[in-house]
Nanobody, 123 residues
Framework: QLQLVESGGGLVQPGGSLRLSCAASGFTLGYYAIGWFHQAPGKGREGVSCISSSGGGTNYEDSVKGRFTISRDNAKNTVYLQMNSLKPEDTGVYYC????????????????WGQGTQVTVSS
């Protein structure tokens, strides 16, 4: 069973930074592309960023380009999302999810999900 656990969320002021982690349990994370998704209060879940299994491919939603960086350490079975210059609209629950391939790294095709971690950007 694929299990993912997110951590690193919290309360941060606008302009601040957080690093989210997505750790895998029970399987080798390096076989999967990993995506980060954001669910703002009262809204649906949307894609933020994805990284290929090797780490050689990444993509970002337009609103986070230049502010967020996705990376992975397959030796540690962990994927990260470095979030800089945070804005109030970045508030919400962040989920990581695993996909069979980089092209499947979209909301409807993710194979497994974590439980989410709350990020609140507020002064």
């Amino acid at each position: 069973q694929l299990q993912l656990v997110e951590s690193g969320g919290g309360l941060v002021q606008p302009g601040g930074s957080l690093r989210l982690s997505c750790a895998a349990s029970g399987f080798t994370l390096g076989y999967y592309a990993i995506g980060w998704f954001h669910q703002a209060p009262g809204k649906g879940r949307e894609g933020v960023s994805c990284i290929s299994s090797s780490g050689g491919g990444t993509n970002y939603e337009d609103s986070v380009k230049g502010r967020f960086t996705i990376s992975r350490d397959n030796a540690k079975n962990t994927v990260y999302l470095q979030m800089n210059s945070l804005k109030p609209e970045d508030t919400g629950v962040y989920y990581c999810a695993a996909a069979q391939g980089f092209r499947q790294c979209v909301l409807s095709e993710m194979a497994a999900w974590g439980q989410g971690t709350q990020v609140t950007v507020s002064s």
